[in-house]
Each structure stands twice: as structure tokens, then as C-alpha cells.
């Protein structure tokens, strides 16, 4: 018993309702289920051909066939979300990226072959050119060196128009380019694709943790000491996060994406309470291999790590998650781990 101080009382007890786990599960607010996770998956050409990552442990390059058996697990494991990025064979770069443009390159294989035997899949392309491109930029250059804007919308939009007509259920520019979202919307509505859902990669930061993404599609080393602040954003700015959001919601986006996620939480709960659209969230490549790495070290439990930065990616109000940890959570909600 505690000594009454005549003087002072607590009127508020709040740990009575975190005494046991069955309290703390009826007052608890958020959740994740399989069903709001997304993996990406890396296509690299070849046959039976799993290459593991070494910048993200656990994540391998993955020919269509051995792509095909991992979309298998992961449906079992009730993940319905897969988001394809190609690593091409470098002889296949050029500085226009000319290689989107084709209608049988390996990421629309990719898709139709997914399709064709999971026709339940929801497929994910992104809409980008850094995989395709000699310089690792996600557009074409002008003159001055830097990304030109509007000769690359016009090549997204057919990259688009490509991918959609390869059958995948969203694209997902990735390229933060102005206008490009109602450029795309415009050119896939008049090819008969009004179905297909934009995914914009609204806010998308230039952040230093997409190295080993880079990595896994081979434009690591091609980009260099170059970087892309000329088109994503400053980590620093959130007002401007929010104007970008706007107007790629004007422009037709279905969802909107902010990207990296983790640093990211108070832009994404923002975009929430300003916008009636659904959130998405990226839990980029070098959040995911911190948490790998420090549980390597010995520096914390991966299963709680990781169930811990979903929730709170569920908390900040986003519904859909992008993450190379979609396989481990799946199993780790089911018990399995
Ligand atoms: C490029 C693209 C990037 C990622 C997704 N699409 C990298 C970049 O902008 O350089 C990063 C994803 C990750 O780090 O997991 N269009």
C-alpha cells in the first residue's frame, strides 16, 4: 500500500490499462495485417537465378522464374502487393533509356507472366528511368546536364503506356518530374487503360538511404558522386512536401507515396489529415538493411524491430507499406517465427 499524501493525489492512472497483455490488446490502436504490405521484387534476366543483395541481406535478384515461386510464398503467406524493378543488363543502358520503351523488355515479362498465373497478384511497376539509363538518372538529359522535365514526362507517360498494357495493376512514378502524374493520367485514359491506378511517388526526398536500392538496380556506380536534389526533395522542407502531394492529387493520383518512410512519419501523418486520398508508405532499401545489419551486430531483435517500425508506419496513418520485410512480418503476424 502507498502512503496517502493528504495534499496530492493522482487522478490519472494510465498504466491500469497496460497491467496484461488483454488490456493492452483491447485499447490498442493500430495494426498491421498481411494485406498492407507490398514487396518489391528485383527481375534480373536469366533462369533459376537468385542473387542475394549484399548491401540488403535477406534480398536477392530474382529471375522470372524464381520471381514467380517467391510471389507464390508470399501469397500464401497472404501478401496480395508486388512492386517490380528491373536490373538490366548493362549492354541494354543508354542516356535516353531507351529500353523502357520496349514492349517485351524484362519487366514487362515480368509482369504478364505474374499475371498470367496469379491473376489475383496486384502488380506494381514503377515508372522511372534509372534503371535504364546510362547516367543512373530516372530521366533524360538536357543540355545543361540536368534532368529536362518535360522530355521526360513525355517518356514516362509511354513507359507507362507500356506497362499498363503489359497488364500490371498500378504504375508508380518514381521520378518526382512536375506534371507528370496528369500527363500519364491523360495518356493512359486515352489509350483505354482508365482502369489502371496511379501510385505517385508524391513526396519523394533526395535521401541518403537508397544506396542499396541503387545497388540492386546497378545505378549506384553509374550516378557517382551525382545526386538528384535537383528534382526530389529537401529533407528539410515539409510545407513543400504538402504542395507537392496537392498537386499530384489534382493531377488524378489514386495514392499517394512518401518516401523514405521511417524519417519520414510527420509528413506522412500530414498528407493524412490534409488529404482524402490513400497514403503509402516506402520503407526504403537502407532502413530495411539497418535493421538487418544492427541485428547482425546483436544490437536488437529484427522480429520486434520490425513489427515495431510497421506499426508505427500504420500509426502515422499510412495504409499501404512498401517493405523488403514483407515475407518476415507476414510470418511473424502468422506465428510462423
Ligand atoms: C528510382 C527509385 C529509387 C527507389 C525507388 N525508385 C531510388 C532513387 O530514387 O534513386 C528507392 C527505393 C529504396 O531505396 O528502397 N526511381
Given amino acids: 500500500m502507498g502512503v496517502i499524501i493528504m495534499d496530492f493525489f493522482i487522478q490519472s492512472r494510465q498504466r491500469r490499462l497496460r497491467r496484461n497483455e488483454a488490456i493492452r490488446a483491447l485499447v490498442q490502436e493500430s495494426f498491421i495485417r498481411e494485406a498492407d504490405l507490398i514487396l518489391p521484387l528485383f527481375i534480373i534476366e536469366g533462369d533459376s537465378i537468385r542473387q542475394e543483395i549484399p548491401s540488403m541481406p535477406g534480398v536477392f535478384r530474382l529471375s522470372i522464374n524464381e520471381a514467380l515461386s ?52 496486384f502488380i506494381i511497376c514503377d515508372v522511372a528511368l534509372d534503371p535504364y539509363t546510362t547516367h543512373g ?6 543540355v545543361d546536364g540536368d534532368v529536362d522535365n518535360d522530355a521526360t514526362i513525355e517518356i514516362l507517360a509511354n513507359q507507362a503506356l507500356i506497362l499498363a498494357n503489359s497488364g500490371c495493376d498500378a504504375v508508380a512514378p518514381s521520378d518526382m518530374m512536375d506534371g507528370r ?8 485514359d486515352s489509350s483505354g487503360f482508365e482502369n489502371t491506378i496511379i501510385i505517385a511517388y508524391a513526396a519523394k526526398y533526395a535521401s541518403s538511404f537508397y544506396g542499396a536500392f541503387r545497388d540492386a538496380v546497378g545505378s549506384k556506380s553509374l550516378l557517382g558522386i551525382a545526386d538528384k536534389k535537383t528534382y526530389q526533395m529537401n529533407p528539410a522542407n515539409s510545407i513543400e512536401a504538402l504542395r507537392e502531394v496537392a498537386s499530384d492529387v489534382a493531377e488524378g493520383a489514386d495514392i499517394v507515396l512518401i518516401k523514405p518512410g521511417l524519417h519520414y512519419l510527420d509528413i506522412i501523418l500530414q498528407t493524412k489529415l490534409e488529404f482524402d486520398v490513400p497514403v503509402f508508405a516506402y520503407h526504403v532499401s537502407g532502413e530495411y538493411s539497418m535493421l538487418k545489419f544492427a ?3 546483436g544490437v536488437l531483435d529484427y522480429n520486434k524491430a520490425i513489427m515495431e517500425t510497421m506499426l508505427c508506419f500504420k500509426r502515422a496513418g499510412a495504409s499501404g507499406i512498401f517493405t523488403y ?7 511473424i503476424i502468422r506465428g510462423l517465427v
Fill in 137 to 142: 538518372h530516372d530521366g533524360v538529359l538536357g
Fill in 181 to 188: 502524374i496528369g500527363y500519364i493520367r491523360t495518356v493512359l
Fill in 325 to 331: 520485410a514483407a515475407i518476415d512480418v507476414a510470418r
Fill in 295 to 297: 541485428e547482425e551486430k
Fill in 70 to 121: 517467391v510471389v507464390n510464398e508470399a501469397m500464401l503467406l497472404g501478401i496480395r502487393s508486388f512492386a517490380l524493378f528491373p536490373c538490366i543488363d548493362s549492354s541494354l543502358k543508354d542516356a535516353d533509356g531507351s529500353e523502357a520503351m520496349n514492349s517485351n523488355n524484362l519487366i514487362c515479362r515480368a509482369v504478364r507472366e505474374i499475371k498470367r498465373r496469379y491473376s489475383d497478384a
